[in-house]
């Protein structure tokens, strides 16, 4: 009769954590996915950032209002004016101005590159949270830390022996500068999150990044700039619900079943991911110095989040 119970009680469980594990591999993969609807979009089209950065925005923007008025409805409460301060900054800061910089910098460098380099956020986070709250991490981490910044040496050095290495230094110091920007947006969400919710919060921070980039263009683009072949707006369209909507709420839910450091583990698999789509959709080379450094920069984040996590 227990051995009935202890089943009866395991299995909604295990079905719960495999729901997760599947929804934060799919939100992985759909993140992932964004730098090759980015590059795609720039083949045989002169489209240029700014623009299809407000496309994206302008195709995800009503989902994130519907979730906003949600969220508006379930908590009475209205924001003060210090957590309207924390949704502008952190909205511009970690939505708009990382995609901006990701955006342009997928201009000049690979798919796999920039993946690679956007995944170095919990690194960055650690030593932000380091220098800003006198945390100083432990020689594991820092020896992970050093570790993940090889594994990027070997596939940068790679790129500027295979193609021009100025474009290349550009668009990894932009994709840096993204990858930077997301990195100190994460370090502030925490306490936002803790005061506003979590979907309150994301909902209506990308709503300011969506206005933020939707005004931008109006500012520096005629509306001439919208002639843009069909594709453009096929590649735009999909890139905001299986990149933007979709992974955003995927994530959420695999985070309530099985946490937030298995979630971020598991996401792991993204730059795996984006580097196989690139290869196969985009014709980009693979070499046995990308696969190294990869591993490196997999192996570093992965023993700095299970520190993390263990902390």
């Known amino acids: 009769m227990a051995n009935q119970t202890s089943g009866t009680i395991n299995i909604p469980a295990n079905r719960d954590a495999l729901i997760g594990v599947i929804f934060a591999l799919l939100a992985a993969v759909g993140f992932s996915a964004k730098a090759i609807f980015v590059k795609l979009a720039y083949l045989d089209s002169n489209v240029d950032?700014?623009?299809?950065?407000?496309?994206?925005?302008?195709?995800?923007?009503?989902?994130?209002?519907?979730?906003?008025?949600?969220?508006?409805?379930?908590?009475?409460?209205?924001?003060?004016?210090?957590?309207?301060?924390?949704?502008?900054?952190?909205?511009?800061?970690?939505?708009?101005?990382?995609?901006?910089?990701?955006?342009i910098g997928l201009q000049y460098i690979t798919a796999g590159l920039e993946r690679l380099i956007l995944f170095l956020y919990p690194t960055m986070t650690v030593i932000l949270t380091a220098l800003i709250f006198k945390r100083p991490p432990g020689r594991k981490t820092l020896a992970a830390i050093v570790l993940c910044y090889i594994g990027i040496a070997f596939v940068f050095w790679h790129e500027t022996g295979a193609r021009q290495g100025g474009n290349v230094v550009l668009g990894a110091s932009l994709v840096f500068a993204s990858t930077l920007t997301y990195s100190s947006y994460l370090v502030g969400a925490g306490h936002a999150i803790r005061r506003i919710g979590a979907s309150r919060f994301t909902a209506y921070a990308m709503v300011v990044a969506s206005v933020a980039s939707l005004l931008q263009f109006a500012v520096t683009h005629p509306v001439q700039a919208l002639a843009l072949p069909a594709r453009v707006y096929e590649f735009s369209l999909a890139m905001a619900i299986f990149s933007t909507v979709l992974p955003v709420f995927l994530l959420s839910y695999a985070i309530r079943r099985i946490g937030s450091g298995n979630a971020s583990l598991i996401g792991a698999i993204g730059p795996v991911s984006t580097i196989y789509m690139a290869y196969l959709i985009l014709g980009e080379k693979l070499s046995a110095i990308q696969i190294m450094g990869s591993a490196l920069v997999l192996a570093g984040v992965l023993i700095v989040s299970l520190n993390g996590k263990k902390a």
């Not at 008025?69 to 511009?92: K, M, S």
């Open 49 to 103: 950032a700014v623009t299809l950065l407000a496309l994206r925005m302008a195709f995800s923007v009503p989902f994130f209002i519907g979730v906003a008025v949600w969220a508006g409805y379930r908590h009475a409460e209205p924001l003060n004016r210090h957590d309207r301060l924390l949704v502008l900054g952190l909205g511009l800061l970690g939505y708009y101005l990382s995609s901006l910089f990701d955006f």
